[in-house]
């Protein structure tokens, strides 16, 4: 069975996903906040770690967190090499590979996530076989809240998760608004470009379940 088949829906009604990690102590705080995901990025970024400290960071997450590699327009070779050696458990694509480039990663047993901007067409969930679809600005990675609300997301019952300007200050507005089946933060819970703050870690994940 595929990892991706042992992502449970028991999860507190919202799946919530930090990433752009690179220390123990970003690690520490999300899985101790009640993160179910967090990400570690690979392609060019601030955010950038190698497979190494991944491998590290992946040692300090427990079991029911899911550790997510992001990849951006990667040769398939160098994906599947660093998604070994790194340990990560899933797969996050952000580019133009085709549903070919998908069933390759399948047979690696990784969860696969589909990052896709929001435009004219809303993409939906398994068009390319992966099993989440992340839903990102029209300008991915902008960091710039967008309009959520001007028309339907996602298909009822997609595991599909919403991203893109998110913070503890809109979580819950988006959250309300969209209906989504997670969300995904990361500058948005930055003290400086790359840097978590572990206070808004924390405030994030508890906006985005409806606390106080």
């Not at 752009?20 to 906040?33: C, H, I, N, P």
């Not at 079991?63 to 458990?89: M, Y």
């Not at 069933?103 to 690696?108: I, K, N, R, S, V």
Request: glycine share 10%; proline share 5%.
């Amino acid at each position: 069975m595929r990892q991706a088949r042992a992502v449970s829906d028991s999860h507190d009604p919202l799946f919530i996903k930090i990433c752009g990690l690179k220390t123990e102590r970003d690690v520490d705080t999300a899985v101790e906040a009640g993160a179910d995901a967090i990400g570690f990025v690979f392609s060019a970024s601030p955010r950038r770690i190698d497979a190494s400290t991944a491998a590290r960071l992946c040692d300090r997450v427990p079991e029911h967190v899911l550790t997510v590699g992001v990849f951006r327009d990667e040769p398939l070779d160098d994906v599947r090499s660093l998604a070994t050696d790194s340990g990560i458990r899933a797969v996050q694509l952000h580019g133009p590979e085709d549903r070919g480039y998908y069933d390759d990663l399948a047979t690696g047993g990784w969860t696969l996530i589909r990052a896709a901007a929001f435009g004219d067409s809303v993409p939906r969930c398994g068009e390319m076989g992966e099993d989440m679809l992340l839903l990102d600005a029209p300008v991915p990675g902008s960091g710039i809240a967008w309009d959520w609300s001007r028309k339907t997301l996602a298909g009822a019952g997609e595991r599909w998760i919403l991203a893109g300007g998110l913070t503890p200050d809109n979580v819950r507005d988006a959250v309300d608004a969209t209906r989504p089946w997670g969300v995904d933060v990361s500058s948005g819970v930055e003290q400086s470009r790359g840097v978590k703050d572990p206070a808004l870690i924390a405030a994030f994940v508890k906006a985005a379940r409806g606390g106080n």
